[in-house]
C-alpha cells in the first residue's frame, strides 16, 4: 500500500517497498556512531575548557607570585624591597633594589636649586581715571557709582552741594573712598581735569549705579568696568596696559622668535611663548599686577634672554625687569654614618631630586640663613611590604580548592620558579594555545 512520507513523496508506489523504512532500517547502526562521536566530541570539548580553566588559574598563580619577572610577587628582589627614613622634612627618598648606601648624613643644604627669572620691575596696569568739564562740574550732586576693592563693592553718592572746582569734586571723591573702605585704602590724585585712582597692591573696579542721568559718569567720564588689573582675555590694545607695545610688535625669548598685532590677546600670546621651545613659563599675577617668566629647567645653567626686536611688548610688561640667576642644588654629605667633618664631601646638582648610590632624594626645603640641617637618611629592608606580599600569598593558597588544585602543587610550582634560574624545569603550565 503507498504511503505518503514527510517529504511529500509516494514511496513504494511501483513497486509496493516502504523505500524510506528500508533505508533507515539499513543506516540505523551507522546513524547510532554518528551520533555517539558527536557526544564523544561535545565531551571532549567540555573537557578541554576544564583544563583550560585549571591551565589558565596555575598560570596566573605562577605569573603573580612565583614567576621570573620583577612583577612577581614573591620575586627575591620584591621580598628583598628597600625602604627610606628620612630625620627630617627638609628632605624625602626613595629607594630601588640597587641601592648601596646603608645611610646618608646630609650636614648641610648649602642651597636649593631654582630657576633664572625676570620679574615685572612694577605695576603693568594703567590706573583706572576720571575726566571731568568744568563747565559740567556742578552736577555731581546726588551723582552715584560703584567702586569695588579687593571683592567689597559699595555705592559712592556724591554729597548735594556745590563743585565748582575740580579739587573740590577729589576733596569729596577721596572722602567717600575713606568712609566705604578705610583712610589710606584708595589714593585720588588730580593731574588738570584728570582723576587718578591708586590702591597699591589692592584691586580696583569701577562700575556704574543707579539711573540713567544719575550716574557720575555723565559729569566725570570713565569707562564702566574699569580696572586696575589687566584682562587677559581682552587684545592687547583694550588690556589696560599702561605703556603701549605699538600696533605690531615682534620679540625673542631664548632665542625663539614671536610676532604679534595689538588685537592679539595677552593670554594667547603667553599660551603660545608656553607651548614653544623657548623653554620658560609666563604668568600674570593679578595681586601683584605684574609679570613673571621662569625657565623650564632648574640650576645655575638656566635662563631666560628677552629681546624686543619690534615695537616694545616686552618692555611694556616687564620694564627693566628684575633678573634672578638659577642656583644648583649644594650640600655638604656623607657615607654610611660617616658624620666626621673632613670626611664630607660637597655633591653639587642641577635639580632638587636627584640619585646617589641606587637612591633617589628630593630637597623639599632648608634650614634659614647658615643654620645647618644635619639630616640622616637610613636605608633597609621594608618588612611590612614583604609581609603584605606573603599575607597576600597564604590568602590565596586557602582559595585553592575553588580551582581544583592544591596548596601542595601549588607550592611545588612556586619551588620550582624559585630555584636558580639553571635548575629551572621547563615550563609545564603554559597557556594552551588554540
Excluded at 605690531?248 to 593670554?267: D, L
Excluded at 605684574?290 to 616694545?312: C, H, N, R
Excluded at 601542595?408 to 635548575?423: I, V
Aim: a negative charge; hydrophobic letters at 30%.
Amino acid at each position: 500500500m503507498a504511503t505518503v512520507s514527510n517529504s511529500s513523496r509516494i514511496s513504494g508506489l511501483a513497486s509496493g517497498l516502504d523505500v524510506e523504512s528500508i533505508i533507515d532500517g539499513l543506516t540505523q547502526g551507522t546513524q547510532t556512531k554518528i551520533s555517539k562521536a558527536k557526544q564523544d566530541l561535545e565531551t571532549l570539548e567540555w573537557k578541554k575548557e576544564a583544563y583550560q580553566s585549571i591551565t589558565d588559574a596555575l598560570y596566573s598563580f605562577q605569573n603573580t607570585y612565583c614567576g621570573s619577572s620583577n612583577t612577581a610577587m614573591l620575586s627575591v628582589s620584591d621580598l628583598k624591597t628597600l625602604t627610606a627614613t628620612s630625620s627630617s622634612g627638609y628632605i624625602t627618598a626613595a629607594t630601588t633594589e640597587n641601592s648601596i648606601s646603608e645611610s646618608l648624613y646630609i650636614s648641610d643644604i648649602v642651597s636649593l636649586a631654582s630657576s633664572a627669572k625676570v620679574t615685572s620691575s612694577s605695576a603693568v596696569s594703567a590706573a583706572p581715571t576720571f575726566k571731568g568739564d568744568l563747565a559740567t562740574l556742578s552736577a555731581l550732586s546726588g551723582k552715584s557709582l560703584n567702586v569695588t576693592l579687593d571683592g567689597t563693592t559699595k555705592t559712592l553718592t556724591f554729597s548735594d552741594k556745590s563743585y565748582s572746582t575740580f579739587e573740590d569734586a577729589r576733596t569729596e571723591l577721596q572722602s567717600l573712598l575713606n568712609g566705604a573702605f578705610g583712610t589710606g585704602r584708595v589714593s585720588v590724585a588730580l593731574n588738570g581735569n584728570t582723576f587718578s585712582l591708586s590702591t597699591g597692591n589692592s584691586i580696583l573696579s569701577l562700575n556704574n549705579s543707579g539711573s540713567e542721568g544719575n550716574e557720575v559718569s555723565t559729569v566725570l567720564s570713565f569707562t564702566d568696568g574699569a580696572s586696575n588689573r589687566l584682562a587677559l582675555s581682552s587684545t592687547v590694545e583694550e588690556s589696560n596696559l599702561a605703556l603701549s607695545p605699538g600696533d605690531t610688535f615682534s620679540f625673542t625669548v631664548n632665542g625663539e622668535n614671536f610676532s604679534f598685532s595689538s588685537s592679539s590677546s595677552i593670554q594667547k600670546i603667553m599660551n603660545q611663548i608656553n607651548s614653544s621651545d623657548a623653554g620658560v613659563v609666563m604668568s600674570y599675577s593679578k595681586t601683584t599686577d605684574t609679570f613673571t617668566m621662569v625657565s623650564s629647567e632648574t640650576g645655575s645653567a638656566s635662563t631666560v634672554k628677552l629681546a624686543d626686536t619690534e615695537g616694545s611688548f616686552l618692555s611694556s610688561i616687564f620694564g627693566a625687569g628684575v633678573y634672578t640667576n638659577g642656583s644648583d642644588a649644594v650640600l655638604r654629605v656623607g657615607f654610611n654614618g660617616d658624620t666626621d667633618e673632613s670626611s664630607l664631601i660637597t655633591l653639587t646638582r642641577s635639580s632638587n631630586t636627584f640619585d646617589i648610590d641606587g637612591t633617589s632624594y628630593t630637597l623639599t626645603g632648608k634650614a634659614s640663613g647658615t643654620t645647618a640641617e644635619e639630616v640622616s637618611v637610613s636605608v633597609g629592608l621594608d618588612p611590612e611590604a614583604a609581609a603584605a606580599k606573603v599575607t597576600k600569598f597564604i590568602r590565596r593558597l586557602q582559595q585553592s580548592d575553588e580551582n581544583h588544585f592544591t596548596e601542595q602543587a601549588l607550592m611545588k610550582l612556586c619551588y620550582d620558579w624559585l630555584r636558580p634560574s639553571d635548575r629551572r624545569p621547563k615550563k609545564r603550565y603554559d597557556r594552551q594555545r588554540d
